[in-house]
C-alpha cells in the first residue's frame, strides 16, 4: 500500500496516470465522473476560465444528447442499457 508521503513525492503527472491506470484496471467510472466533475474548477484555479466554459459547454451537449437518445438507430442501440437499468432500479 502507497502512503501519502510517498504519493505526495510523485509529479503531478505521476499521479494522473497512476490514478487513471488505478481506474481503468478497476472500471471504476466514478472515479472518472468525479474527474470530469473536477476539471472546470480545476481550469478556473490554473487561470484558465475560457477552457472551463468550453468544458462545461461541451459537457452539456453531451449530457443532452444522452437525454434525447429516445429515437431511431441510437434508442436501439441503447435498448440494453435502458433495460440493465430498469432491472436493477424497479
Do not use: W
Not at 478497476?26 to 476539471?39: G, I, M, R, Y
Not at 444522452?66 to 441510437?74: K, Q, R, T, V, W
Amino acid at each position: 500500500m502507497t502512503t501519502f508521503e510517498e504519493l505526495d513525492s510523485f509529479t503531478s503527472k505521476q499521479l494522473h496516470d497512476k490514478a487513471t491506470r488505478t481506474a481503468l484496471k478497476h472500471l471504476d467510472v466514478h472515479f472518472f465522473l468525479d474527474l470530469l466533475a473536477s476539471v472546470p474548477a480545476a481550469e478556473i484555479v490554473a487561470g484558465h476560465r475560457d477552457e472551463a466554459n468550453e468544458d462545461v459547454s461541451s459537457l452539456a451537449k453531451r449530457l443532452q444528447d444522452a437525454i434525447h437518445a429516445d429515437e431511431g438507430e441510437l434508442a436501439d442501440a441503447m435498448r440494453p442499457l435502458y433495460m440493465d437499468y430498469l432491472l436493477k432500479h424497479q
